[in-house]
């Protein structure tokens, strides 16, 4: 669905994408992970077209983007870090999200479903991190897009929001969705994904199933599995 070819990304001297290979499939949730600063985001922005690749090309559904932006419109995406004018109520940036795109939306049952209704008067400055989180899901969950991308969802979530997500997500999988996350909660990631891309060094270092990566690592706990890619890296 999605190919990543041979993307090199540069800001200034510092070379942060340096040939990334990588697919996406369809219908399959991937984990796109990664050390801090490994360059997760970035690719997130190219696929997306907010930030160009200095070499290399994306294709999505074999159209390569640069000729074709209608894709992202079948795209679901919650930002690492939504940056929404504080002084705006929850429900005016619901309905001003709406407006952009005049598609039917499923807002209201996800404002249930994350119990919202009480902060739809709220200010967006006045909410604590992990209820902003919610809103942020709210906003980029409610067009029921065929594609999901979540650049750390789990961010400030309880761990009854955090179950929450889970079960959303397992049902938007079992309705055929592809799915591409990034997170460092890897309790979440084992659980939701069929599929694991570890960027390192500007390149995917490992690409495969869970189970791969076990077997690859010879270790039986996923997040001893991550780091000991890490520590054979850097030994
Ligand atoms: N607009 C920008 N200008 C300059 N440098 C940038 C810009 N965006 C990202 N970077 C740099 O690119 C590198 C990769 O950043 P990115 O946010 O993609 O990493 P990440 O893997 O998502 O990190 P994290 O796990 O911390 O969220 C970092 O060194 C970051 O400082």
């Given at each position: 669905m999605v190919e990543f070819k041979d993307i090199h990304k540069r800001f200034d001297k510092n070379d942060v994408l340096t040939g990334i290979h990588l697919s996406i499939q369809k219908g399959k949730t991937t984990a796109i992970l990664g050390p801090n600063g490994s360059g997760k985001t970035t690719l997130i922005k190219i696929l997306l077209g907010m930030s160009h690749a200095n070499k290399g090309e994306v294709f999505v559904d074999e159209s390569n983007i640069k000729n074709n932006w209608?894709?992202?419109?079948y795209i679901d995406y919650l930002p690492q870090i939504a940056n929404f004018p504080g002084n705006i109520k929850v429900k005016e940036i619901i309905a001003m999200i709406k407006d952009l795109r005049s598609q039917p939306t499923r807002d209201e049952e996800l404002i249930e479903y994350f119990e919202l209704t009480p902060y739809l008067n709220i200010k967006l400055s006045h909410l604590s991190g992990g209820y902003k989180q919610k809103v942020n899901l709210v906003l980029s969950l409610?067009?029921?897009?065929?594609f999901i991308i979540l650049d750390e969802p789990t961010s400030g979530l309880d761990p009854v929001s955090l179950i929450k997500l889970k079960e959303l997500l397992k049902k938007e999988q079992a309705s055929g969705k592809t799915i591409l996350i990034t997170s460092h909660i890897m309790s979440f990631v084992e659980e939701i994904s069929d599929h694991i891309s570890f960027i390192l060094d500007g390149k995917v270092y490992f690409d495969g199933s869970i189970k791969e990566l076990k077997s690859t690592t010879d270790e039986t706990h996923f997040e001893y599995a991550i780091a000991n890619l890490l520590k054979n890296h850097h030994a």
């Open positions: 209608s894709y992202r419109k409610m067009f029921d897009s065929p």
